[in-house]
């Protein structure tokens, strides 16, 4: 199993776990998480991008990951993906550069 | 040995590397976060929760995963720390969602 | 008209222009924001407190102020908010004054 | 002179300033920031886009303005912005409100 | 009265404001606040940089502006001040160019 | 295999990844960032600490670890160190104690 399949498989365990809760503001956030990233006037595929660059500037391993595999899913190419990363690294800092590592490492596992 | 335990133990054994250096200031700093928590004209159990939704929309697990033990330990419902949790998600976002879930995956551990 | 009213005013004109886009998901989230602090298993006062310290470890002057005026109407005491924003303070260090500096002047002209 | 002009008036006499100390490491990232928004595999409208996201999950109004006058001049449409900033509101929670409060202000004045 | 002792004044009145709460947890922070940059085996001088570049990465104009008078006082050089402050903009990004765009403008204030 | 000596190897190991994705913006950040902590009129020792306290208040641990590491190399004493990461548990708040449980881990290992 590989670190998308084992990145997949715990995320959807521990959603399981927050969801049990029964929590109604907690699910109506994670509908609207989701609804966000929808199709409408700009491309899923536009705002799954915004979702990578946000999170890599917000330095949170877990949604850099998780947008990555979105990313590579909806059709970006490598240097499509370098040059966002890239504008996330200018607008974040060198502070961002350990998250960035990670994301190339996974990226380098997708594209394998 | 559970996760309680084992990040309790983790925790004491560093706090322990920290203060044999003998730094005046850090030491001093150590007992003002102490005695923030302590019962005021505020409870001790409310600053718990302060404590725990200021760690989650800052997003530090291991201050998170303190705060959570303490809250469970001062009697918080599931409920309670459900509505809490919430609020630090509609304030913090979607980023917060990773600590989240490991902050579920605890509270399973110590409710069973 | 005072700080208070002041704040209120504008605050109100501009969620105006971000309602009337009518945008379903800005709206919806609008509607959780409200709906986190309302009374629950957790009383709506003491999740307004949860919210002053969220705004105040995350550095927003505009939340910290709705949510400080929200706490005075609550009926909070001096001594309890000096007590939750120590609590801030120490969680979120000396880099939180500066909004401490203007939280105290905003509690200054409601005491009087 | 409106607010998109006194803006950009006074973040040019500000730039001057820096610039005017001509040291090499501040110059170059400033080429590295114009840089990272130019025309690649991604245009540079859809990188403004990432800028603007980003701008807003990390909360600096400048920043924000400056890529939201941008986005309208490379064309976007009020309700692609709409989305764009929802994606940021989600991701970054509450505490972006007031940010985007003021990002609606600055729009509304453009569209008129 | 120029911007250095319109910012000194306005910090003292509600520094005031503050203390007058005579809330120990808050003094008492407010002394290691002021310890924390006293001559040690580090001098004074030198803490006052770490100070100012720590303000420049957390992005708060009124701790960057603090730290830059007493830089300034202290007797580092306007090219010392440059490395510092470039330090700052590598590590924390494009997000830190607003903040410096104001330091400059206090520290042309302060050259003249 | 030592902390320290494993920290580098990986480092080392994902810097490539990035590197051989051969984009320019990413190429040139990463120059900046060596030459931002090079001997200028700041010595390149006194810029390390500047970097170690950015990475504090910022809470990035492999961040800290580079810093600290290159710190001890450049002959900075315990003491030294600790006055620095008090300085940064002052600014930062006690959100980054559990990243200076984790500094002193590694100190811990490089004075042994």
């Known amino acids: 199993m590989g670190k998308k399949e084992e990145f997949?498989?715990?995320?959807e365990r521990l959603n399981q776990l927050v969801l049990k809760q029964?929590?109604?503001g907690i699910k109506r956030f994670f509908n609207l998480d989701s609804a966000?990233?929808?199709d409408g006037e700009?491309?899923?595929k536009s705002k799954e991008l915004l979702g990578l660059v946000a999170s890599t500037v917000l330095r949170c391993d877990d949604c850099i990951r998780y947008h990555l595999i979105r990313c590579v899913e909806a059709g970006y190419t490598q240097t499509e993906l370098n040059e966002a990363l890239n504008?996330?690294?200018v607008v974040g800092g060198s502070i961002t550069i350990p998250h960035l590592r990670r994301a190339y490492e996974l990226l380098?596992?997708?594209a394998s």
């Open 36 to 38: 966000a990233y929808q």
């Open 87 to 89: 504008v996330a690294l």
């Open 22 to 24: 029964d929590h109604l």
């Open 108 to 110: 380098d596992e997708l």
């Open 8 to 11: 997949e498989r715990e995320r």
């Open 42 to 44: 700009l491309s899923g």
